[in-house]
């Protein structure tokens, strides 16, 4: 990449090899999103030029928004002791799922909050219930930090979690929980969340029993764009080691409601190149 009379034109041999945190730095402070978006095409192309563009049929479905971790950038959560918490009765998620089947669905993308009292075999008897009533439909559930309290709570191993859900007919985890991979913004957004290497074990343990993940970032609230490099090289390296991310996923932060945005009126990310 190179800057000529205020302009930024950038070098499209960049495809042909493995870019660098340092010029993934210059091309997001630097590069349009048209740029940045031509590349990536390329690059889709070189990689996998038999495959186009494809897409599913999916619904979230939240079995719970009960939750103790409290994330200030999250404004679903609610206590056990709120009058408009829930947790679904089976009932009802069927409900949900019928309605997905109706207009053509093959996948439930399925997370709650942490909810702090249901252990292994309420989601073991869960996932059964779906997957032996409705097999057609794949069953993409349970964030990292949900496994993680599940083992917590349940008295086993991470491995164990991940293994006996896998076998009541889990397909895939999520990867909800990432927000930004530097323990100095998690400490500020969610200080009793998870750490990165954590999130990170979560998914490892889940590649190494065959078990696909998808990765997600969100963006917008105190990181740095030096941050945001620091979450995708952790990514990197995962896939690297492991090849079990099937996708990736970024949104920005939506403050409405949070205890982020009324502590952080002028929240925005810590850049001027933005």
């Known amino acids: 990449m ?42 889709k192309t070189q990689l996998h030029p038999e495959h186009v563009t494809s897409f599913i049929v999916d619904r979230n479905i939240n079995y719970t928004n009960v939750c103790w971790v409290d994330c200030k950038f999250c404004a679903f959560y609610r206590h056990g002791r709120d009058d408009d918490s829930y947790v679904l009765k089976f009932d009802e998620i069927d409900e949900k799922i019928d309605e997905l089947l109706e207009i053509g669905g093959t996948q439930i993308l399925f997370q709650g909050g942490v909810h702090p009292k249901l252990k292994i075999d309420y989601y073991e008897d869960l996932v059964d219930h779906i997957h032996t009533k409705y097999p057609q439909i794949t069953i993409h559930g349970f964030s990292a930090i ?37 323990d100095r913004v998690r400490d500020i957004i969610a200080p009793n969340k998870m750490d990165s290497e954590d999130w990170i074990e979560v ?71 933005r």
């Not at 083992?151 to 895939?172: C, D, N, P, T």
């Not at 492991?242 to 409601?257: E, T």
């Open 2 to 43: 190179v800057k000529k009379m205020n302009e930024y034109i950038i070098d499209k041999d960049i495809i042909n090899r493995r870019i660098t945190n340092e010029e993934a730095l210059d091309l997001i402070q630097n590069a349009s999103l048209l740029e940045l978006g031509e590349l990536a095409t390329l690059k």
């Open 146 to 182: 949900e496994v993680k309290y599940i083992a917590k709570v349940s008295k086993i191993s991470i491995l164990e979690v991940l293994k006996r859900l896998q076998v009541k007919g889990l397909s895939s985890i999520p990867g909800a929980g990432a927000e930004i991979l530097s």
């Open 203 to 273: 998914h490892r343990l889940a590649h190494s029993i065959g078990m696909k993940t998808t990765a997600t970032m969100m963006f917008g609230t105190v990181e740095t764009d030096e941050e945001i490099i620091e979450h995708w090289e952790m990514l990197r390296k995962l896939q690297d080691e492991s090849g079990g991310f099937r996708a990736f996923i970024m949104w920005s932060f939506q403050g409405a409601n949070t205890k982020l945005k009324a502590e952080i009126p002028d929240i925005k990310p810590q850049s001027s190149n």
